[in-house]
T-cell receptor, first 113, second 110 residues
Framework: KAGVTQTPRYLIKTRGQQVTLSCSPI?????VSWYQQTPGQGLQFLFE???????NKGNFPGRFSGRQFSNSRSEMNVSTLELGDSALYLC????????????FGSGTRLTVV | AQRVTQPEKLLSVFKGAPVELKCNYS??????LFWYVQYSRQRLQLLLR??SRESIKGFTADLNKGETSFHLKKPFAQEEDSAMYYC????????????FGSGTRLSIRP
């Protein structure tokens, strides 16, 4: 079956712009989580959606937001981009609980200039 | 507070030598623990999980509740084990998120 698909793979944006990233989970998976990966901070949890509801949220400013659609696809949005937002954004899906781990996508590499 | 600590940023061992990647955690309760691996140019993937008590690619990890540790071990390192390894924890409820450590880069020297 198809894995977790993230689009686009690469993005270059200018400071102050906004960006939307997309994630399609594995078919049947209802939980989608987003992480920011940087060399200095490692994997930082952004938020998790389950059945269209935000179930968990990390410690990121309100500029970072997300949503999940009825087909479990998820989007995350970052407004008013800052240089420090440059990172690899990873999406991960799981069936319902996290007890059996996540399946990750390849990520979207965002560069803010 | 939930926290996962991987004290070593980089671990370099010779091929055939034993490997131990350290992971300590802080969690109020009984967490579920995982190891994830990211090989060069590949996506992050689950290596093993405590709940399954499994051995994957020769790696094992034992949960020590007294020391709050979940170290990853392999008796004989292979060159293909070179990768970034992340320890992670989650609560037992379905609403728990997974928290990752900062990762350890394992480099196997020939």
């Amino acid at each position: 079956k198809a894995g977790v698909t993230q689009t686009p793979r690469y993005l270059i944006k200018t400071r102050g712009q906004q960006v939307t990233l997309s994630c399609s989970p594995i078919s049947g998976h209802r939980s989608v989580s987003w992480y920011q990966q940087t060399p200095g901070q490692g994997l930082q949890f952004l938020f998790e959606y389950f059945s269209e509801t935000q179930r968990n949220k990390g410690n990121f400013p309100g500029r970072f937001s997300g949503r999940q659609f009825s087909n479990s696809r998820s989007e995350m949005n970052v407004s008013t981009l800052e240089l420090g937002d440059s990172a690899l954004y990873l999406c991960a899906s799981s069936f319902s609980t996290d007890l059996y781990g996540y399946t990750f996508g390849s990520g979207t590499r965002l560069t803010v200039v | 507070a939930q926290r996962v600590t991987q004290p070593e940023k980089l671990l370099s061992v010779f091929k055939g030598a034993p490997v131990e990647l350290k992971c300590n955690y802080s969690y109020s309760g009984s967490p579920e623990l995982f190891w994830y691996v990211q090989y060069s140019r590949q996506r992050l993937q689950l290596l093993l999980r405590h709940i399954s008590r499994e051995s994957i690619k020769g790696f094992t990890a034992d949960l020590n509740k007294g020391e709050t540790s979940f170290h990853l071990k392999k008796p004989f390192a292979q060159e293909e084990d070179s990768a970034m390894y992340y320890c992670a924890l989650s609560g037992k409820s379905s609403a728990s998120k997974i928290i990752f450590g900062s990762g350890t880069r394992l480099s196997i020297r020939p």
